[in-house]
T-cell receptor, first 113, second 111 residues
Framework: DSGVTQTPKHLITATGQRVTLRCSPRSGDLSVYWYQQSLDQGLQFLIQ???????AKGNILERFSAQQFPDLHSELNLSSLELGDSALYFC????????????FGPGTRLTVL | GESVGLHLPTLSVQEGDNSIINCAYSNSASDYFIWYKQESGKGPQFIIDIRSNMDKRQGQRVTVLLNKTVKHLSLQIAATQPGDSAVYFC??????????FGGGTRLMVKP
């Protein structure tokens, strides 16, 4: 158990819908990272937040957005969902803003029908 | 459990043998590298990391070797056990605060 929690574990929805994925980092960690893992793309970095501020951005679609709240939990919002958005979404956390060992949560499996 | 990467390269080893998993990275400016292990149905788990000012780093039963000349990273697992069966990913920080992951290698340990 990494100490990072993600909810929900599974999510099934329809095209065009909007969903919110939630992540609670390890106690004391200030950085939160979001990743997408699909069968054909592997693990793709989406975005990083540190202490409430966006710090780095990867291949995140404009339909996706994220935020980190004062209690340091983070949410990833996915809108206008398409079939190709079906994937595992992982959250990871680390203590500082510096790129360092990241602790991954168990992931949310999103299925878009 | 989840199936990660249906067409991953696979390394099959006998229990007790040593395993070597290789990774070619893309950016000669990358200065930080990590190996992760992902078991079916779970998130990636940190194994070992290395910074570019080192050529070798050892952990418990694992060794990472970095060859900057040919942009190559390897993970050696000593005395491979059935519990080592998983998908292994290397990652590099090729753009500041971003990790770029390789495609992964599936390690299968035969009893």
């Amino acid at each position: 158990d990494s100490g990072v929690t993600q909810t929900p574990k599974h999510l099934i929805t329809a095209t065009g819908q909007r969903v919110t994925l939630r992540c609670s980092p390890r106690s004391g960690d200030l950085s939160v990272y979001w990743y997408q893992q699909s069968l054909d793309q592997g693990l793709q970095f989406l975005i990083q937040y540190y202490n409430g501020e966006e710090r780095a951005k990867g291949n995140i679609l404009e339909r996706f957005s994220a935020q980190q709240f004062p209690d340091l939990h983070s949410e990833l919002n996915l809108s206008s969902l398409e079939l190709g958005d079906s994937a595992l979404y992982f959250c990871a956390s680390s203590p500082t803003v510096r790129l360092d060992e990241q602790f991954f949560g168990p992931g949310t499996r999103l299925t878009v029908l | 459990g989840e199936s990660v990467g249906l067409h991953l390269p696979t390394l099959s080893v006998q229990e007790g043998d040593n395993s070597i998993i290789n990774c070619a990275y893309s950016n000669s400016a990358s200065d930080y590298f990590i190996w992760y292990k992902q078991e079916s149905g779970k998130g990636p788990q940190f194994i070992i990391d290395i910074r570019s000012n080192m050529d070798k780093r050892q952990g418990q039963r694992v060794t990472v070797l970095l060859n900057k000349t040919v942009k190559h990273l390897s993970l050696q697992i000593a005395a491979t056990q059935p519990g080592d069966s998983a998908v292994y990913f290397c990652a590099e920080n090729n753009a500041g605060n971003m990790l770029t992951f390789g495609g992964g290698t599936r390690l299968m340990v035969k009893p």
